[in-house]
Each structure stands twice: as C-alpha cells, then as structure tokens.
C-alpha cells in the first residue's frame, strides 16, 4: 500500500522478486507480473485486473456490479483472490424449443456469468411441428460455478416455449492423455480432472467422422469404480481399433463438463489376407510356373514397410496399389518345378512394418501339382469359377451374390470337387458381428447397446430370409462374443426378451454347411453361449420368458425348483437363491452323437443354471415324453460342453409307476477321477472315496505327530534321517492333496477362481508326493548297489528337496502357462475341478498321467532291487535261503514298500486304459483303485509307524512313561 500522494513504477520492482525463495514452504518464486491494482483516494476505491486477468469469482459474486466490467469502483481490495489469469471456456448448448430466435432469451440468462464475452447462434433448425433445435455457444474468460448454471437453465426452461436445454463445456476439465505416437499392443492410462464434484462420469471415443461411442468395461478397456472429480480409463491393448478422439465428461443434471485428447497409435493391421494367383502352382506340364502373391490390408494412415515371400525367395519391395479403402502390396514369383525334393507346398508370407519398427505377419500354403498327383479341374458354376485345385485340398473363392460378403469354400476330393460351402454372409449381419465385438471390447458397452445388437440379430436371420451356413456361423459368433462381454459388462434383464427372441429365430433356420463335424461344433458353440448368455444375466423380477423355440423359467429362493418347459416336467433340489430353466427346440438332433450314433435324441435340450446354492450337491429330475412308445430303451445323457460329447456320467434313467419314467442326475466326485479320462459315477463309489479319505487324512495327521514325537530317537544316521525326510514330506503332500480333493468334491458350489485353485493344489501335492517316492527309492537303490559309497545328509537333503518340490513345481507351471496361453484345450473343467483330456496326448491330464506313471514304474524296478538284495545270500552264507524264507521276504518288502513307493497307482493306469463301461473287469479296477489309494494314508501310518520295529518301542515308552534304561534293559533280555 502506497500512502498519500507518492506514486510508485511497480513493475520495475517486480524483478527483483524472481528466484525469491519462501522459507516456510520450499516455494521459488519463477515469475511476477500485477495481476490486480485498487486506487483509495479518501473513501472511494477503484480497483481493476491487469491486461491478461479478470476478476474471480468470488468478486464477482460478493459484489455484483463488479461482473463483466473493466474498472470496479468498490473496496474490494482485501479480496483474495481478487483477480485470476484468463481462460477460455465454452459452453456449448442445444436448447429445443417452439421459438425460432431465442437470441435475447439466451443472452439475457447467461450475461450474468464472470467474464462473459460473447453468445454465438451456431445454427436454427425445423425439426418438426413448431419445434426448433438451437445450437449455441458462450464464450467466457473465467471458469464459473456448476450450481450456478444449472440455476439458470433451470430458470429457463420454466419457460413454456423451451422443451430441453442441455449443456456442455470446455475447459472445466483437465485431461492427461499420452503425447505422440505410442506403441502397438501397448498400455496406456488416460485421467482426467474436474473442478468440482460432479454425480457420474461418461468416457466417449470417435474415429475420424463418426459419432462419438460411450466406453464401457470391456477386453482391452478398464475404467476407474469411482469419478466425481478424478476418472481414470486404461487401454490395454492400443490397437488400431483405439485409434481416435477420446472425450471424458463429468456429468450433473443438465450439464457435462468435457475435456478431449487425441490417440495416435504406431498402427499394424489387424487384419492381413494372403492370397495366390493361382491358389495352386501348376507344376504338371512345365519345368516352372508363375505365382502372384497379394498382400491386402484395409487403408491405413500408417506407412509399412513391406516384405513378401514365396518359399526361400523374398520381394522387399513389393508394388503398391490403394483402391477403394484396400491396400494391396503385390509381388510375383517364380517356382521352380525341378527343385530338389519336390515340396509338396510353400509357404507364402507376408510381413507388414510399422513406424515404430514394429512387425506383424501373415502366412498362407501354396500347394503344387505335380504331373503324378490327383488334382480336380477347373469348373464355372454360374458365375463362380473355381480353379484348378489339387487333391485333398480346399479352394476359396470371394462371394458374387449381391449384398453378401466373405468367401465360398470347396474341397477336393481325388479328382472330384466335394459340395459348395458358402461363408458368404449378409452385409448387415457382418456389420452386426462387428458391432458386438467393438462390444467385448469396450466401445459402445452398454445394456442399450447390447439391446440394439440382439434386436439386429433377430432382425437379420428371421426364417423369411434366406440364410447361408456362412450367416448361422457369423450369428453364433455373435452369441459367443457377447457371452465373453458379459463377463466384462453385466447384462440386465431388460434385454432378455430380445436375446431369446434372436436365440430362438437361429433354430428356425437350416444350419447344413456340408460337414457334419463342423455343423455339431457349430450347435455345441451355441449351446455355450446361450447357456452362458442365460447364465450372465442378471434377473431381477422377471418370471421368465417364452418363444417359438426356446422357453426360459424361474425360480427363486426355497429349496427346489418345478417347472416345465416344451412339456418336460424339471425338478431341482437345491437351496439356491435363483434357478434359470432353459428348453431349447430342434438342437439335440444337431449335437455331435458321438458314441450314441444309433440313438433317436428327442428335439429338446433341457439347461438348468443354479446361483448362490448353499447345497453340497445338486439333484435334479428331468421327465421326457416318450414319443417312441413302451418298447423303446431309454438312456439319460447331457452335453459335457468341456469335452465337447454327450455322456452318461452321474445319470440314470429310473421307470416309475403307470409307465412313466424320467432322468435322474447327479455330479459329484470319485477317487478314481484323477486316473480316468472322464468323470466317473458307479454305486457307492463317492461313499466309498470320502470314506477313505477321512481315515486316510486322520492316519496322515497321527503319523506326523508321531514322527516329531520320535524324531530325535529313530533318525541315528544319514540314511535314517533321510528316509524319514522323505516319509514325513510324502504325508504332508498326501495330506494337503486329499484336503484339496475333499474341498472340490463338490465342483457346482464352487466359483471357477476356487475351483482353479483347488485343481492347481491337487496337481501340485499329489505330483509332490510322487516325486519324493522317487527321491526315496533313489536313495535306496543307491545305498544297495553302492554298498560302500558314503553319501553325505547334506547331499541328500539338496537332492531330496530339488527332486520333491522343484520338479512338481515346473511341471505345473509349464502346464498352466502351456494350456492357458498357447492351446484352444482348458487347463482344467470347471465340471469335475480337475485336469481336462480332449483325445489321445492332447489334455491337461497328460501332465500328471506321465510323471505319475514314470514315477511308478521306477519305483516298482527300486523294489525289485530290493527284493533281488534280500534274495541274495550273504558271503557267510552257505546254503541258500529256503523257499518259505524267500516268500516271507518277499512279501515283507512288497507290504512295507508298496505305500510308500506308490506301487497301488498303477491301478490308475488300468483306469485311465479302461473305459468301456459294459466290461464288469473295468468296474472292478474303478472300484480297487478307489479302495486302495483313498486308504494310502492309514497304509503309511501301518507301515511307516507301527511296522518299524524303533518307532514303536519308542512309542510305547512315551505311552507307558519308562526310562530310557529300563526301556535298553527290557529289550536285551
């Protein structure tokens, strides 16, 4: 403050301010400049904002004639703050309306707001009877409070020729956003950032023109759970899919603060189609023949460098064309017929560069004909020409029809062409299976966006329009996409009379695509994702919902579930907090009938989807008209969707009074599972398994007490101390393995999180256990045929422990990481929470079948070493032993040896071997490895404990309370 009449330059003082530093708050002062002077002459003040500030709100609020002018006669000097820097900030409104000039009414309403400059009509439009669509824009200095504006759109629109008023701005939002072109398949995070707290918060994005789609939870999208005033969205994978505008909004009521950044991203095309002219090189008349490989990818603002091959031959630079939004790099090659060997194919390849150097690439098989193979002439059907194509293999050629898109396939069979196959596929049903995966991964993933999809989808493959196999597999493409978008995005039930309607119209049509096996891949896939579908939706009050070929039915709480659809009667016992019955017409029929080929299945397939039970098991009764009459033999069977096959497992068809019979069917889980190819249900089996492993986990936890409680006594030696290493880490192992069997015995209670677990525990601890019987029969067989090699308990423990744990662990981890990432074959089945097998070496199982089995078979030859050392007379001896003292030896070894090598899990081989159900010598196997393995811990207890002649002396005097002496004393007498 200067006082009296001094005057005083102070911008020339200013200066000498910078690089000032507050002590009490680590601040450096960097730059100063007046952002505010008040002149007090007597009792008047005058004060107004340098060139670049205005006044802040707080001014203009406490006295209102400061608002919107230069110089402010009021003592406002003790403001602060009093003055803030200029920003640009624009409201931009659309005000719907009977009036055709709302200028005055608008600029009357929004002059009032702080550093108001100026309201722009963008434009006026009829949109119908006496209605109009204003679009404006208010360009203001200063940021401006929320309620403010929402007072005076509220105000407005009690105004009867206003309809709507809604508003958006910018500059009230921050937004950091990545700057530059940013890696393919990278992870990036935008945030943005309001001023104030607002009720919700909307991410949009745009490509070029288009109009901007809500961002929803999604497969390459995840969004922050909460955004009043911070909001966070992560792209996972930035593809060229996430190439574009994206825009946050901060919204309440009528007004949605905005904030937009660009996405540029070093693209690579997410698709590449390989194609060669012609699709096989001729070698049957010429000693070398022409081959022209394209390379076409959708346009692109990226610029590739691009590399075509053919065989060992390479074109770096291929020739160019763009045309009609396709890129097409060209390149021609040379084959030469007399190379040696005489491949029957090669490879064509074509790898496309990015900005960034990063690649992506495409590889296809050229086959040749050479003049001794079968080959099937060239052939015009209408206007489809198919090209001469060599034996065995299938030729493709692009749709002609009008308004389709895709290919036609058909394949060669000796020198006669198979059946046409038509993957044409409608243009708006493409568009459709385009939309729900622009759904799965986030973009527009919302419940009136799946809504719209289904709709088109029923829409697009109603039974009045011709559909091709082509249109059938796109639409169970689009069931299957939307089923892994549920996952993301829960669906609600405002959208299930579309999906069952679309579901249903799919059944209407012909699914013929000239293979059977592809046809019954095709029906399993879409009984997945409907059941799946029927299972993500989340119901609230809705009883059901019925169509021509597919009825769904509820239930809610209570402690079983009647109901009836397309006539079959469902009773389900269980306590659960929602029951989803499902009956789906005219698909049985279409599921693969493997193993029932000569069976009549009934049209109806019954689903039924329990949630939240509190019930150990599930039961349920399913009765079937019989429309084949008394004489017919009925079988209950379902779809085992893990492994792709109708099974009997668990279910039985049971005849009640009047003729009247029905399926009965439950899931649980034997002991014999873990050998056998599939889950197994036979009397008394489950019983006779959790009945064993309750004495077998009892005895596990008895022996381990007993081995600390003597330990210090029975471990004299090396040797004694390892072999009761190695017995105490196969009962812990053994212990924890049954414990985790006996948690997922009941696999329909248990989340797939849990159930993973548990199937990782099982795997673990039983491949533990095996693994360090092997280390112990290493250790024997060592010390019996190197009598004279001492080996160290430091040695032995470091090959014990490397063998017992790292092995198991490798093996599982390579397992998982190999079936989850690098193959189409689960890791486990959520139906048994165990190891999957799909055929011979293929399946999870194989990873625990073949250490299992090697284990066993080595361990049975470390027994025979034994037995050959018991056998063998010593060098005292001149007789040799008896037959009767040979017997007795060998019987010895084999009882004590036989629990501790694992020598009982060779029965899991013959289970795994035996699998047909109609010989009684398989149910005698099931039921023996069931027996006898289950009681693996009790037999350890016997052998390893009570049979060992020191461990029960030692026993019996903690039991009795002897002294150590009298205990020596009465053993030497």
Known sequence: MIEGN???NVAVQLPGLIGTVLDTTGVTITNAEIAAECEIIGQNTTCWCGPEYVWSNLVCDTVNKCCNVQTCVANISSVTPMCLPKVNISLIGVLTGSSATVTT???NAFNVLNAFNSLTMESSILTGAYTYAHNFTVSLSSVFSTLKVQNIIATLLTNATIYSLNVKTLGMVYMEAPVGKVCYNSKQQLNCTSMEAMSKCVWQMSRGEEVPLILGPGSEVSLSDTCTELSTITLLKTNGFWSGKYICLFVSGNIAHMAMAPITIALLPEVINVTSTPQTADCSAAASTKVNIVCSIENSTETY????????MENVAPIKDERNGIIKYTADFTVD?????????????????????????????????????LFCAGETIEERIWPKTKNNETAIIDCVAFGRQGTMKRKCNGNTWGEEVSLCVKAV????????????????ATQEGARLIFQSLKNSTTEENENSFGDVKTAVTVFQTMKLASANMPL???????????ASSMLNVTWDGGDDEETGKLAS??????????HSIRINNSEGYNSSNIQLQICRGGSSCNKTVFNVDVELNATAAIVKTVGLQSLANRLPKMGYEDAVFPSIVVSSTVENNTQQSVNIRLAFPNDEGGSA?????????????WSDEGCEYVQGPGNIGYCKCNHLTSFSMLMSKHSVSMPFLDQLTYIGLGVSICSLIVYIIIECLVWTTVVKSSLSHFRHTCLINISLCLLLADCSFLASSFPSILNDALCLVLVVAKHYFFLAMFFWMLSLSIMLSYQLIFVFSHVGKKVYMIIGYTIGYVCPTVTVAVTYVYYDKATDIPYYSPKTCWLTYQSTMQGSIHAFLFPVGFIVLANIASMMVVIATVLKPSGAETNKKGDKDAAKSIIKVIIFLTPIFGGTWILGLFVFLMDDFTQFITYLVHYAFTIVNSLQGFFILLTGCFAEKRVRDEILKIVLGKSGKDQATSTTK
């Open 105 to 107: 009414l608008l600029l």
């Open 633 to 645: 033999s009925m079988q209950c069977v379902f779809w085992n969707v893990s492994e792709q096959r």
């Open 305 to 312: 460098m691009s590399r075509i091959k053919l065989g060992s």
């Open 492 to 502: 609600g039930e405002n959208l299930l009379g579309d999906f069952i309607d679309s």
């Open 429 to 444: 049903l493409n568009n459709v299976a385009l939309q729900a995966k622009d759904f799965e991964k986030g973009l527009g």
């Open 337 to 373: 017929c007399l190379a040696v060997g005489k491949p029957s194919s090669l490879e064509a390849s074509c790898t496309l560069e990015n900005s960034l150097n990063q690649l992506r690439n495409r590889t296809i098989k050229v086959p040749i004909i050479y003049p001794s193979d």
């Open 6 to 8: 001094k005057t005083l």
């Open 525 to 534: 896939q879409y009984l997945s994702s409907v059941e799946g579908l029927v």
